[in-house]
């Protein structure tokens, strides 16, 4: 039984990630241009490993959304101990995806709010996120949101 960590709208549960669940997280991970080009086949034993690293972190929480015992959303939470800001706890918000059939309904919406007040609920005095530059359209969801764009990210790959 998935352990329920929210109620969205509609009956729609936020839940801990079971790794039954990993090949329909990792569908939804490919369903933009983005992650079908850089994604591999959910049997791939990397995915297993990573779900496995995840739920043995206290501060990592992967859930899903679950309609009707359907995934129709994911996102990662990880939650970053730090010094800056007088010893402050950060959330980050990764690995956000809603299914193509949700997309518009608001369960992007939803769940944005429970993850953040998940994350005031765990302490966390910020919430942060990054979004991919050739996502315009996710800028704009989280301007929406409340999210300011007030740092440059960067990245190197290794």
């Known amino acids: 039984m998935s352990e329920v960590v929210g109620e969205l709208r509609d009956g729609q549960q936020v839940v801990r990630a079971e790794v039954s669940q990993l090949p329909a997280i990792v569908d939804l991970l490919t369903d933009d241009h983005l992650g079908s080009a850089r994604e591999r086949p959910a049997d791939d034993p990397a995915y297993a490993a990573a779900f496995e690293a995840i739920a043995a972190d206290p501060n990592q929480l992967l859930a899903v959304v679950l309609a009707d015992e359907t995934v129709v959303g ?13 010893g402050a706890l950060r959330a980050q918000i990764e690995g ?3 299914a193509a059939s949700q997309r518009g ?20 005095a910020l919430v942060q996120l990054t979004t991919d530059k050739s996502r315009p ?5 989280y301007e929406r949101l409340g999210f300011v764009a007030s740092h440059e990210g960067m990245k190197l790959p290794l």
């Not at 309904?105 to 939803?110: K, R």
């Open 74 to 86: 994911t996102l990662q939470l990880t939650f970053i101990p730090g010094l800056s800001r007088g």
């Open 137 to 141: 359209q996710a800028k704009t969801f």
């Open 96 to 98: 956000v995806r809603v």
């Open 105 to 124: 309904s608001g369960l992007g919406s939803a769940a944005f709010e429970w993850a953040i007040e998940y994350a005031r609920e765990r302490g966390a």
